[in-house]
């Protein structure tokens, strides 16, 4: 059976969790507190992610899977989730590269700081929070654009675009962002959470 190394609050785990509950595919969940360094033991780094990262993938066989968008490429191959037709596929990466590099540094680090850090922020966090919210709320609104006349952002139906930028984009109130402005993000969002095996994320449970 396949095996997620998660922490339950991370928006790249819970992409990852998603998906595999829309594809009814069973799995064991492993958790770790990331805050308390679990990720950066030597057990970890040597077996799981030399990175330090979660979340991992592991299979059966034992071979290990990191970066939250390869594991949900892996997972949807031949499924509907991941088109078939190749302009669609770059389309869905289009949408998750933008995701990660634009979307998760703003909104995701934002709700971090203020929702999951333990210790206080710093000077230079402090002073990045405004350009942060600035940020983020420009990629909000580039999603924002991109559902615009549509339910899905690519080709008529869910696919792990919908799914990767929904990880962190449904919390973004939790970093101060606040979504009354963007109505195709939030009906967007309702849409998402009556696919059949939706699940919530979920807060840690190391408390």
Known sequence: MLTLHDFLPSGNGYKCRLLL?????????????????????EAFLGALNANGRIPVLQMEDGRCL????AILNYLAQDTPFLPGDPWDRAQVLKWMFFEQYTLEPTVAVRR?????QETP????????LPDKLEQGHAALGVLEGGLAGRDWLVGGRPTIADIALYGYTHVAPEGGYELDAYPNIRAWMVRMSQLPGYVKITHRTFD
């Not at 922020?121 to 990045?128: F, G, I, K, M, R």
């Open 112 to 116: 971090f700081w203020l929702t999951e």
């Open 121 to 128: 922020l710093t000077p230079l966090q402090e002073a990045q």
């Open 66 to 69: 990191s970066e939250s968008g």
């Open 21 to 41: 509950r829309f594809l009814e595919r069973p799995f064991v969940l492993k958790e770790y507190n990331i805050l308390a360094g679990e990720t950066r033991t």
